[in-house]
């Protein structure tokens, strides 16, 4: 099965909901051909923390994304995609530089680490082919002091959510309707707390929120038994249906800016989210699939809907892709395409976090190397390694530390390793006090 280009059509938003009652796309195991629209427009948009098995068009039993199941009715839906880290700076990082957090140097949980400017990034490349940029985000840990804003004319952060953002995209839109643009928006909708408003509760029958400061007290009494998590799948829910009205929303706006028929839209997420299945609730500090699989979904004019199988790296490819359909030739971003075949050893994902302040824990700096049956867990701040089975073991549940598969994906591990250098050290960011509180509000402290 090929990406095919058709003659181009309008989908509007009534349009997008009526897909919903259609057959379902068709499964491949990869697109096997190249995609360019070079006269396109390009948005991407990430939903902070949003695990794949949480989106409706991925399987959930909740109806939590209806806009977003729109999206992957029309569009090509990968569900195998894994990101590069399991916390929100690397993982976006790795989105804009097409680089893995081993090589753009940003991956320990340290508040004043930012990207340095030697690194070409996405937005800088799209700006250089003439595209106007523009970033509206939640900022925190996508704050401009860590390099975000490289490449943008305009970066700019009114709040956590898509909804604080809305209006200026909106205003943004209609100055730059008549030219290409490269947009990228970014909401924490999913991040803890978990806001939620009435219509989300209603909508997916939700309890009572429970008192706001017995959330995360709870999840440590509840040890190690995932069904006690339900209060906070709950409230996560809530917060991802929330998050879909506006990225509703923000795909209305293109459309009554008659921008749908000549722009690419790639919707995804920088990570996930636990919820005690291997004993933790929230992301960071594991590297288990719960925490990895994230969705991503590609629309474009003429684009035919598809599923596909084939495992990829989520966050690494997103750049390279979007500058590839974008038909920027001779681009500086080194990572694979969505498009590229996988390699001899076939499909390979590598993801890596650091947390120092747990290394006493088994945790520390953690580096897992995926395979289309198979997964490798280094802890590497102490050498162990584990291997895990996922055909019989899906959920990671049941490692292998001793065995001749374990020796192959070490030595494969290894391989990669040596073709992935580190390519800087992240630099020092001048992190100012309040940005210092809003990353302590959202747990991210070291």
């Not at 051909?33 to 409706?56: E, F």
């Not at 309707?177 to 909708?189: I, K, N, P, S």
């Not at 598809?306 to 892709?321: F, H, N």
Request: glycine content about 8%; some cysteine; aromatic content about 8%.
């Amino acid at each position: 099965m090929e990406w095919h280009r058709v003659a181009p059509r309008r989908p509007t938003a009534l349009l997008l909901a009526a897909l919903m009652s259609t057959a379902a796309c068709e499964t491949v195991s990869e697109p096997a051909a190249r995609y360019t629209c070079p006269d396109c427009n390009v948005v991407l948009i990430s939903m902070d923390t949003l695990r794949a098995d949480h989106v409706s068009a991925y399987g959930y039993e909740r109806s939590t994304t209806p806009n977003i199941d729109a999206l992957a009715e029309r569009g090509v839906l990968f569900e195998n995609a894994m990101s590069q880290s399991s916390w929100t700076r690397p993982a976006h990082l790795s989105m804009m530089t097409g680089l893995y957090p081993v090589e753009h140097g940003v991956r320990a949980l340290i508040n004043r680490q930012r990207l340095a400017d030697s690194i070409p990034t996405l937005a800088a490349e799209m700006k250089r082919a003439g595209y106007a940029t523009a970033a509206f985000t939640g900022g925190v840990n996508l704050a401009a002091a860590y390099g975000f804003d490289i490449g943008f004319d305009v970066y700019r952060t009114n709040g956590k959510y898509f909804r604080d953002n809305l209006e200026d995209v909106r205003f943004w839109l209609g100055e730059h309707a008549e030219e290409r643009f490269f947009l990228f928006v970014h909401g924490y909708d999913p991040h803890t707390p978990y806001l939620t408003d009435p219509v989300d509760r209603i909508a997916l029958e939700l309890p009572e929120r429970p008192p706001r400061r017995g959330l995360r007290p709870t999840c440590k009494r509840n040890g190690r038994r995932a069904g006690r998590a339900k209060p906070f799948v709950d409230e996560y829910d809530g917060a991802i249906h929330r998050g879909d009205r506006y990225v509703g929303k923000l795909v209305d706006e293109l459309d009554q800016h008659g921008l749908l028929d000549r722009t690419v839209l790639l919707f995804t997420s920088d990570h996930g989210e636990e919820f005690l299945e291997h004993g933790r609730c929230f992301h960071l500090t594991t590297l288990y699939r719960e925490v990895l699989h994230v969705p991503l979904i590609i629309v474009a004019p003429g684009l035919e809907a598809s599923r596909v199988e084939r495992l990829v790296p989520a966050s690494v490819a997103v750049g390279p892709t979007l500058l590839e359909i974008a038909g920027v030739e001779d681009h500086a971003l080194a990572g694979p395409s969505l498009f590229d075949p996988p390699g001899p050893e076939g499909p390979v994902v590598v993801s890596e976090t650091e947390r120092r302040r747990q290394t006493a824990q088994g945790l520390g700096h953690l580096r897992t190397l995926r395979t289309d049956g198979e997964t490798l867990l280094h802890r590497v701040t102490d050498g162990r390694y584990e291997r895990f089975d996922i055909v019989t073991d899906p959920g990671e549940h049941d490692p292998q530390s001793e065995g001749g598969r374990l020796e192959l994906l070490v030595a494969t591990l290894e391989r990669w390793l040596d073709a992935h250098p580190p390519r800087v050290i992240g630099e020092t960011a001048p992190v100012d006090p309040a940005l210092e509180e809003q990353l302590k509000s959202l747990g991210y402290a070291d």
